[in-house]
């Protein structure tokens, strides 16, 4: 049982901060409070006793006169019934006791005090009662003849010191109590957004990411509301990589279907009946095309499926970017001599980046041919590599073809996307998107400029590489 309690009191302990900070401050308030109760204790006994010393001088100044013949004697004046006072023979005997019932034998170290001319000051018990003591000696002629002994009883004082601890007593564990009532409260009242906002976030489930904490949550500059604020841009984040991750999916699996669905109609028309050996050979080509094509398209899928996995390892080299732009250009002069497009190339020298040369020369490659395939014939297709202001390492590919409307230029990054599917080139809509993965993968960044009838410009910027490479 006991051990159940225990378990039960380090769950709350851990689960709750607001326990915890309650208990916390409870115990700074606690120490704070003993401090100060023991401090005014102290104080206040200190200060009681100092005035019982002062009262007892001067109740023996006032109260010791000498006779006609020099012999010391009590003056009868009457004293407040809580002192004693006795003159004492310096062997200890009472030589006077005034008009008093009782008398206090004289203190242990009296005598000895009075010899030497020095009053003493202490405190003794007699029956049953505390008593304040000073016994000073009676000089007749620079010698002591006597001892003045006066008393004065403590009680009063213990009294008052009794009194003050039964208050602390009573007022310590109040004020411990309402503080910690105040503690809770104000835990409670800083947390409670923090609980309104694990709520929430309990409640939105895996599938539905569209839900955002309340306006009112994030409105306030304080650490809730910057945490409220933080938790809903995680959302939206999360939101739309989910969207896009479904997107992407969607239009992959009918980038797919279509072609293959081509592919078997085509088989079936073959089929139907006996063909001549040339209508077979003319479907087999057909389909070896659209396998081709459907082949590049798988392998565009890869590549950015094996981004977004971030299983895409760089393997990372000092290259001259001015050399691959030429080797570049040189495996596209083929294709651009058939289209007729005049495809050209200049390169400063030492523009170097670390990049992985493979990667690169496919991004490359797609706005080259990009470039010529969206070139009439006649136009042209310039690159060049150059070093910027800003010490980057520029690559530009810039044609003559019919551009790109400005109500595309956004999108012509986003997977899948083509400008007109209609007059599509036959890619897969995916290569400037890889082109914009690669540079982003090598710290760099692709832009894009683009005019109707007069051309387009891709621009690759990247870091330049150090002299020695990393
Ligand atoms: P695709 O494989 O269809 O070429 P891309 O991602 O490379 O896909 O390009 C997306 C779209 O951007 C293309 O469909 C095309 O309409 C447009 N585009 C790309 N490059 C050019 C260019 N140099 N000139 C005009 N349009 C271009």
Same mark, same amino acid.
């Given at each position: 049982?006991?051990?159940?309690?225990?378990?039960?009191?380090?769950?709350?302990?851990?689960?709750? !901060?607001?326990?915890?900070?309650?208990?916390?401050?409870?115990?700074?308030? *606690?120490?704070? *409070?003993?401090?100060?109760?023991?401090?005014?204790?102290?104080?206040?006994?200190?200060?009681?006793?100092?005035?019982?010393?002062?009262?007892?001088?001067?109740?023996?100044?006032?109260?010791?006169?000498?006779?006609?013949?020099?012999?010391?004697?009590?003056?009868?004046?009457?004293?407040?019934?809580?002192?004693?006072?006795?003159?004492?023979? *310096?062997?200890?005997?009472?030589? +006077?006791?005034?008009?008093?019932?009782?008398?206090?034998?004289?203190?242990?170290?009296?005598?000895? /005090?009075?010899?030497?001319?020095?009053?003493?000051?202490?405190?003794?018990?007699?029956?049953?009662?505390?008593?304040?003591?000073?016994?000073?000696?009676?000089?007749?002629?620079?010698?002591?003849?006597? !001892?003045?002994?006066?008393?004065?009883?403590?009680?009063?004082?213990?009294?008052?010191?009794?009194?003050?601890?039964?208050?602390?007593?009573?007022?310590?564990?109040?004020?411990?109590?309402?503080?910690?009532?105040?503690? &809770?409260?104000?835990?409670?009242?800083?947390?409670?957004? !923090?609980?309104?906002?694990? #709520?929430?976030?309990?409640?939105?489930?895996?599938?539905?990411?569209?839900?955002?904490?309340?306006?009112?949550?994030?409105?306030?500059? +304080?650490?809730?509301?910057?945490?409220?604020?933080?938790?809903?841009?995680?959302?939206?984040?999360?939101?739309?990589?989910?969207?896009?991750?479904?997107?992407?999916?969607?239009?992959?699996?009918?980038?797919?279907?279509? %072609?293959?669905?081509?592919? &078997?109609?085509? &088989?079936?028309?073959? &089929?139907?009946? /006996?063909?001549?050996?040339?209508?077979?050979?003319?479907?087999?080509?057909?389909?070896?095309?659209?396998?081709?094509?459907?082949?590049?398209?798988?392998?565009?899928?890869?590549?950015?499926?094996?981004? +977004? /996995?971030?299983?895409?390892?760089?393997?990372?080299? #000092?290259?001259?970017?001015?050399?691959?732009?030429?080797?570049?250009?040189?495996?596209?002069? %083929?294709?651009?001599?058939?289209?007729?497009?005049?495809?050209?190339?200049?390169?400063?020298?030492?523009?170097?980046?670390?990049?992985?040369?493979?990667?690169?020369?496919?991004?490359?490659?797609?706005?080259?041919?990009?470039?010529?395939?969206?070139?009439?014939?006649?136009?042209?297709?310039?690159?060049?590599?150059?070093?910027?202001?800003?010490?980057?390492?520029?690559?530009?590919?810039?044609?003559?073809?019919?551009?790109?409307?400005?109500?595309?230029?956004?999108?012509?990054?986003?997977?899948?996307?083509?400008?007109?599917?209609?007059?599509?080139?036959?890619?897969?809509? @995916?290569?400037?998107? !890889?082109?914009?993965?690669?540079?982003?993968?090598?710290?760099?960044?692709?832009?894009?400029?683009?005019?109707?009838?007069?051309?387009?410009?891709?621009?690759?910027? @990247?870091?330049?590489?150090?002299?020695?490479?990393?």
């Amino acid at each position: 049982m006991r051990m159940i309690e225990r378990l039960r009191l380090a769950s709350v302990w851990s689960r709750s !901060i607001r326990v915890r900070l309650t208990l916390w401050y409870l115990v700074i308030v *606690l120490l704070v *409070l003993s401090l100060f109760a023991a401090l005014v204790y102290v104080g206040l006994s200190r200060s009681l006793r100092a005035e019982i010393d002062h009262a007892l001088g001067l109740a023996a100044q006032r109260s010791l006169a000498f006779s006609a013949s020099g012999q010391p004697q009590l003056l009868p004046r009457a004293l407040p019934a809580d002192y004693i006072i006795g003159l004492y023979a *310096l062997d200890g005997s009472v030589l +006077d006791a005034g008009r008093q019932r009782e008398w206090l034998p004289l203190a242990p170290r009296a005598i000895d /005090a009075a010899l030497q001319g020095r009053p003493v000051l202490l405190t003794l018990e007699h029956v049953g009662e505390t008593w304040r003591v000073l016994a000073q000696p009676v000089a007749v002629g620079g010698r002591a003849i006597a !001892i003045l002994q006066v008393a004065r009883s403590e009680e009063s004082m213990e009294e008052a010191l009794e009194q003050l601890s039964e208050l602390l007593l009573v007022l310590v564990p109040t004020t411990l109590l309402l503080a910690g009532a105040g503690g &809770l409260f104000l835990a409670k009242r800083a947390l409670d957004p !923090i609980d309104r906002i694990t #709520r929430t976030a309990a409640g939105i489930g895996a599938g539905d990411l569209s839900q955002r904490l309340p306006e009112g949550a994030t409105a306030s500059p +304080d650490e809730v509301g910057r945490l409220a604020a933080t938790f809903n841009g995680m959302l939206h984040r999360l939101e739309s990589a989910f969207l896009r991750q479904r997107q992407f999916t969607a239009d992959a699996s009918h980038e797919l279907r279509t %072609p293959v669905t081509l592919m &078997l109609s085509q &088989l079936d028309v073959v &089929l139907e009946r /006996a063909r001549s050996p040339e209508e077979y050979e003319r479907a087999l080509r057909s389909l070896r095309d659209d396998t081709w094509r459907l082949r590049r398209l798988l392998e565009d899928l890869l590549t950015l499926a094996r981004a +977004d /996995a971030q299983q895409d390892v760089l393997q990372r080299e #000092r290259l001259d970017l001015g050399e691959l732009a030429e080797q570049v250009v040189e495996s596209m002069q %083929p294709l651009a001599t058939e289209r007729n497009v005049r495809l050209t190339v200049r390169a400063e020298r030492d523009i170097c980046v670390f990049a992985d040369q493979a990667r690169l020369m496919q991004l490359v490659l797609n706005l080259v041919e990009n470039g010529v395939r969206h070139t009439l014939g006649g136009g042209l297709v310039a690159v060049s590599v150059e070093r910027t202001p800003k010490s980057l390492a520029a690559l530009t590919v810039r044609d003559t073809g019919i551009g790109i409307p400005p109500e595309h230029l956004p999108h012509v990054f986003e997977r899948f996307y083509r400008v007109d599917p209609a007059r599509s080139s036959g890619g897969t809509g @995916l290569g400037l998107a !890889i082109s914009r993965q690669i540079a982003e993968a090598h710290s760099g960044a692709i832009e894009v400029q683009s005019e109707v009838g007069e051309g387009t410009t891709f621009c690759v910027l @990247l870091p330049l590489a150090m002299e020695e490479a990393p």
